[in-house]
């Protein structure tokens, strides 16, 4: 069974949500997201990656030998990390200053080379475009929503404007290590919650 | 045997043709990187040297940076005040710091250039409060006495940051240190010079 | 008997899962044993801190009570909230508070040690460490000004317990002077105040020094200790590894040059007597062998002297027992008692 294009490009959002449900990608999902626009940029610079290295890896899987592909995702991977983090440096100063030291780990960060192997290297290159797009989006917005979750309530603030008055004390571990563990963790939670509740419901659905 | 060996061109091939493609953006962008970066310490030796219109680095013959600013493009005649960075050990981190004095020892500016101290302590040396255009932190240190630059724990004027100790007197301490230095080189005044 | 024998590859008897040894102990009244032993701290820190510290162990106890039972209601388990262990819960987070921090800390904090800290794990016996430390490492990393600086003065006292130094407590005044004399900035000062520690020794022990709420009064602990030693319910080996530790690591390291330090001040100062008879010792948290207890308390021991002695923090309590938690299982394991004969 073959999924559409549209299917291709959504299921990332929730249903194989890189984080949520994939579990893949903890390491920048955990390390910037201390602040929302600190998680759109990794989103979006993963993002890039990932539609780069998919479409290369997608062009180039015929003449692939099996046994090296690993270090030829790896290689293909990290020079487009190289070129995102040059090109930041030159023209996203700010962003960069804030995800400097982040952006090198988007090499190793599982989701890429994760679709490089599971789905890249045996799709078509369209779809393996759409899959990459797909996937960044998600990563995207569940980084997005955790960055907003941690910003708010670790620094009072929401891109940079504050959202109490000034007797609002920030519950300061959010914006630290810890803080994001506590976040993906309910988060997951709240995914698998809602999983069991649906699987309920249909067991309900066929009993009846 | 021959396998191994069309491995190994692949991927050699592979890592070829990466370098090239990684050559090729480095330098589209390094003008850019440069630009930047210079952009950065330019619009920093404007902030902590105010009055200088001319802000030249000099190298000592030990191999210590500093910078003059002079009040006009012309060099020959005596710096309005100095420029130097200035390194603490904070509580995670090596705190950098550019300050700006004039000959009078007094402090015209500082600005941390790098800090990676714990968020909302440590890290509140930079922060700007809302409405607000620079650190309420780092402003203290403007028109304070270089020589007697020392946070409020020791003596001194600077209030330090609320939990965090260890940074603020990392950064004050290591002003001093530096305007210590200038003075050993005859560059400021002390007080006593002053009042003589 | 008329079953006829098994073949060896085939269980002989069912084993449900431990304990099986019965016993007429029942949780509640361990629990409650607990609560009736800290009462004399309790009263103690009445006494020293006011009206206040009842306040704030009363919201401490309260959330902690309000939080377990909707968080059963909500999970549709048996309400355990009267078993007594979700008190202990949150009369220990309260101890562990300095008495003039605002009132949603002690809220804040037990809702966070009963809630994640017990009942995300499983609630009661799953917990990996102990709720109200859990708690108060919380309260420390997002509210650390409040948590180390909302001192007040005992009744009758100074933070210091010195008349000459106000504004710190002990522990943190001893780190500021052995620092001093380490970076070698006014070292006659802080000898001078090294060797006042001595005339410390009598408020530390009866509690008229500056601290966590219930932590000060040293005698009014060891009171409830006995009482829960002479009842059996807390083992000897981890205090006494724990405070045998603290002190020879004290006198080795804690005084200017080696086999000097002053080790009756690091006994009595800080949360060592309430971590090591009242937290460290927590039955779910703490290894269930005598021999993992030995370790368990050394452990602790040393990760608390090192935190006084070279860490961030002028106390280590807290820590050191949250990390040796996390170590119980594996000290359990490997310290399982062999099957005689086997």
Known sequence: MKRSLVQEFTKGFIDENPIARLVLGLCPALAVTTSLINGIGMGIAATFVLVCSNTIVSMIKGVVPKKIRIPIFIVVIATFVTIVEMVMAGFAPVLYKALGIYVPLIVVNCIILGRAEAFASKNSVGRSILDGLGMGVGFTMILAVIGSIREILGDGKILGFPLFGPDFEPVLIMILPPGAFFVIGILLGIFKWSDLRQEKKKLQSIVH | ?196 | MDEEPKTDSEPKLTVSSSPHIYTTESIPKIMYSVVAALMPAFIGALYFFGWRALWLTAIAVLVSIVTEAIIQKFRKVDITVTDGSVIVTGILLAFNLPAGVPWWIPAVGAFFAVAIGKHAFGGLGFNPMNPALLGRAFLMASWPVHMTTDWTNPHGGTLSGLAAITGSTPLAVVKDAMKDISDGVNVEGAQSVLESTRDLYFPLFWGRVGGCIGETSVLLLLIGAIYLFYKRYIPYQIPVAYIGSVIIIAWIFGGEGYFSGDWIFHVLAGGLILGAFFMATDMVTSPSSPKGQWIFGLGCGVITMVIRLVGGYPEGVSYSILLMNLLTPLLDRYTRPKVFGA
């Open chain 2, 1 to 196: 045997m021959s396998y191994t060996i069309k491995l190994a061109v692949t991927l050699g091939i592979v890592c070829i043709i990466a370098a090239f493609a990684l050559g090729g953006v480095y330098e589209i962008t390094k003008g850019r990187i440069a630009f930047e970066r210079e952009r950065v310490m330019k619009e920093a030796l404007q902030n902590v040297l105010p009055r200088a219109k001319n802000i030249i680095q000099t190298t000592t013959p030990e191999g210590k940076v500093y910078f003059r600013g002079f009040a006009a493009e012309d060099t020959s005649a005596a710096p309005v005040g100095y420029a130097i960075l200035a390194y603490g050990k904070g509580y995670s981190s090596t705190i950098q710091a550019l300050v700006g004095v004039e000959k009078s020892g007094e402090i015209t500016g500082i600005q941390i250039l790098f800090q990676q101290e714990t968020p909302g302590l440590g890290a509140k040396a930079e922060e700007v409060l809302y409405g607000e255009t620079d650190s309420w932190f780092q402003r203290q240190f403007k028109g304070a006495s270089g020589l007697e630059v020392a946070v409020d724990k020791d003596g001194g004027k600077i209030q330090s940051i609320t939990g965090a100790t260890i940074t603020s007197r990392a950064v004050a301490n290591s002003i001093k240190s530096e305007m210590e230095w200038l003075k050993k080189e005859g560059l400021i005044l002390s007080e006593s010079d002053r009042l003589y």
